[in-house]
């Protein structure tokens, strides 16, 4: 294994904390990797990581090293980056992380529609509600909806989406529709996350936000799993207008309480830090940009995406 190989394989087991998962990441075995970090620290004279059964962490001369690997293995790419970059033409692979709701309604059909328009791209979409640092897990761009984490990494705003509270009428005809927020106390509400008899949801009144306890009587980590459950007259929700957008336009939901609804989401382009830009990742977040738009219409584009 040649130094830079070695130095990217380090780099690897110190974000990762396992030589298994950098093996399994940089497609190579775990005696390689192994190898390819002893040879370094042969060469450097000095103990690069710590091993324990469960755990790899650096030593203060690892942490050091790892710092300017990540620096060095940056300049390299940026200089390869920029010399295919003389074509402008983005090529390759472009791995593509997004939130599960948000990637099934919209990221597929769009991803679809970009490749059509970028044939030499080759696009790898993984599609999960949990966070992921674009670095460790050698991804290009991730989408995020909502606040984000303090964290190194670059972000772009790609759009945004308005908050609902939606329920079916045949729920509202049966249990009548709160007038206040302070009504919801007595509803049975669907709410995004693990079972608890109540939540609490961030609501508006009166131009101050708070928080408001709400009983759930069904809770879900999925948004498509719970408009299901309004839509069916299960209880009152609180959604992005994203998912439940096309169903109160449909009839099948109705917007309640609409001036105490939480502020918009945020939906944004995370990549990594200290990175040249590459063509594939700059065209793809234009792409986005361009086809949501500063203030989407989620019912027309849930239309012209069927």
Request: glycine residues 8%; proline residues 4%; contains cysteine.
């Amino acid at each position: 294994m040649d130094k830079l190989d070695a130095m990217a394989a380090f780099v690897r087991v110190v974000a990762s904390g396992s030589y298994a998962e950098a093996a399994r990441r940089l497609g190579l075995t775990r005696s390689a990797v192994s190898k390819g970090v002893m040879e370094l620290e042969h060469d450097l004279g000095v103990r690069l990581l710590d091993r324990t059964t469960r755990r790899v962490t650096p030593t203060e001369a690892g942490l050091a090293y790892y710092e300017r690997c990540l620096s060095i293995l940056a300049q390299v790419e940026e200089t390869e980056q920029q010399v295919s970059r003389l074509h402008d033409e983005p090529k390759g692979v472009l791995k593509i992380n997004g939130p599960l709701s948000f990637g099934t309604l919209y990221l597929g059909k769009l991803v679809a529609e970009f490749m059509l328009r970028y044939q030499d791209l080759r696009v790898e979409l993984s599609l999960t509600d949990r966070y992921i640092d674009p670095l460790e897990e050698g991804v290009d761009v991730t989408l995020r909806i909502g606040i984000l984490k303090d964290s190194s990494l670059i972000a772009r705003r790609v759009s945004s989406t308005r908050m609902m509270i939606v329920a079916s009428p045949v729920y509202l005809k049966a249990n009548g529709t709160p007038k206040a927020p302070a009504d919801l106390a007595g509803h049975r509400c669907l709410t995004y996350g693990h079972t608890t008899s109540m939540q609490k949801w961030s609501l508006t009144d009166a131009g101050k936000t708070s928080s408001r306890a709400v009983g759930s009587c069904m809770a879900s980590t999925n948004g498509d799993v719970l408009r299901d459950a309004a839509v069916a007259g299960i209880g009152i929700a609180l959604l992005p207008e994203f998912i439940v957008g096309p169903d109160v336009a449909a009839g099948r939901l109705r917007s309640i309480l609409p001036k105490h609804a939480p502020a918009d989401l945020e939906i944004h382009a995370l990549y990594a830090p200290n990175r040249y830009l590459a063509a594939k990742t700059r065209v793809f977040i234009d792409f986005l940009v361009e086809k949501f738009g500063k203030k989407p219409d989620w019912n027309s584009l849930a239309r012209d995406l069927a």
